[in-house]
């Protein structure tokens, strides 16, 4: 257990349709790290936030969104869903704000959209 | 932007026999961390190096970090069976700065 959690575990949604997933990092960590990983593929890095504030983009499409709430728990928001859309989702976390240190991973969300 | 490139993207190998995954990266990193997927699971952290040239050993894993600071390698020396998921090394900025960035990842299997 990496003391990430994420939830939902898994998900189907329809094409269109929005959905939020959520993390709550380990107990201590500050940043938090979106990652999309699709079937046999490796892990896309989506976005990084530290305490609350944006520190890193990666290849987040203008309809994803994320956010770090006062309590550090982030929220993913991907909206007007594809086909595509469907992969495995992680939230990571860390407790410095640079690529220094370990990163742990939750246990993932699985989106399956139809 | 930062590349991680890693090779091979799969590899079969019977039980017994070695195993290397390689990593390059277009810049020069601040550190390189190695992470293990079994199937079904998610990435869990093997190992950090930091130095370059660095060496590190874990029972039957070798892990190095070249001169440069630009690529890396990781050697399963008599593979298992448990040895089975996917290989990621993962490159620091050299700013340290940024996010991790992953390599493609390699795929073991090993056949008993």
């Known amino acids: 257990d990496s003391g990430v959690t994420q939830t939902p575990k898994h998900l189907i949604t329809a094409t269109g349709q929005r959905v939020t997933l959520r993390c709550s990092p380990r107990?201590?960590?500050?940043?938090v790290y979106w990652y999309q990983q699709s079937l046999d593929q490796g892990l896309q890095f989506l976005i990084h936030?530290?305490?609350?504030?944006?520190?890193a983009k990666g290849n987040i499409l203008e309809r994803f969104s994320a956010q770090q709430f006062p309590d550090l728990h982030s929220e993913l928001n991907l909206s007007s869903l594809e086909l595509g859309d469907s992969a495995l989702y992680f939230c990571?976390?860390?407790?410095?704000?640079?690529?220094?240190?370990?990163?742990?991973f939750g246990e993932g969300s699985w989106l399956t959209v139809v | 932007g930062q590349q991680v490139m890693q090779i091979p993207q799969y590899q079969h190998v019977q039980e017994g026999e070695d195993f290397t995954t390689y990593c390059n990266s277009s810049t020069t990193l601040s550190n390189i961390q190695w992470y293990k997927q079994r199937p079904g699971g998610h990435p869990v952290f093997l190992i950090q190096l930091v130095k370059s040239g660095e060496v590190k050993k874990q029972k039957r894993l070798t892990f190095q970090f070249g001169e440069a600071k630009k690529n890396s390698s990781l050697h399963i020396t008599a593979t298992q069976t448990t040895d089975v998921g996917t290989y990621f090394c993962?490159?620091?900025?050299?700013?340290?700065?940024?996010?991790?960035?992953f390599g493609s990842g390699t795929r073991l299997q090993v056949q008993p």
């Open positions: 107990s201590g960590d500050l940043s």
């Open positions: 936030y530290y305490n609350g504030e944006e520190r």
């Open positions: 990571a976390s860390s407790d410095v704000s640079h690529s220094g240190n370990t990163i742990y």
């Open positions: 993962a490159g620091g900025g050299d700013t340290g700065r940024r996010a991790l960035t």
